[in-house]
């Protein structure tokens, strides 16, 4: 799957979650409303609904991360949407064993330009970054596969 489609993906997915966040809706909801157009290509639909899902599945393990890693911050103040692209982001380095972490950071990064505030990119590439190290320092990382293992990442 191209690159530039799999980023389109990944935009519907922080719109589902965006709108599940606010409005509260049951996720089937979201997901129908956010994802209806990708039922087209059963290998789209199921990647956006694996990230959602797991997104809110591990909802708890993702927030402590992050809050651990921005911890200078005040957390109420870091834009809703980066938010959102640091759950996504922690998700893929945790749950998605195919996508390699360059990806990941890249393709947030990137979300985050378009969607989020001006300074959204180095925020969400440093959180990120930082979070990325303390995996590859615990074997948290769950990837395989060629292309997969790199910077010395250790593969669990």
């Known amino acids: 799957m191209p690159t530039f489609k799999r980023r389109l993906i990944r935009e519907k997915v922080l719109q589902a979650l965006y709108a599940y966040e606010l409005s509260k809706e049951p996720i ?51 834009a809703y949407i980066d938010k959102i692209l640091l759950r996504i982001g922690i998700c893929e380095f945790l749950y998605c064993p195919d996508i390699p972490p360059k990806v990941t950071i890249n393709e947030s990064i990137e979300i985050a330009k378009a969607f989020s505030t001006e300074q959204s990119g180095k925020f969400i590439n440093g959180v990120l970054d930082a979070i990325l190290d303390d995996f590859k320092e615990t074997n948290r990382l769950n990837k395989s596969g060629r292309g997969l293992i790199e910077d010395n990442i250790h593969i669990k």
């Open 28 to 78: 089937t909801d979201v997901i129908k409303d956010f994802l209806g157009d990708l039922k087209n290509s059963k290998d789209d639909f199921e990647f956006a609904k694996k990230i959602i899902s797991e997104v809110i599945h591990h909802e708890a393990e993702i927030e402590a991360i992050i809050k651990a890693k921005v911890a200078h911050w005040e957390y109420d103040r870091i």
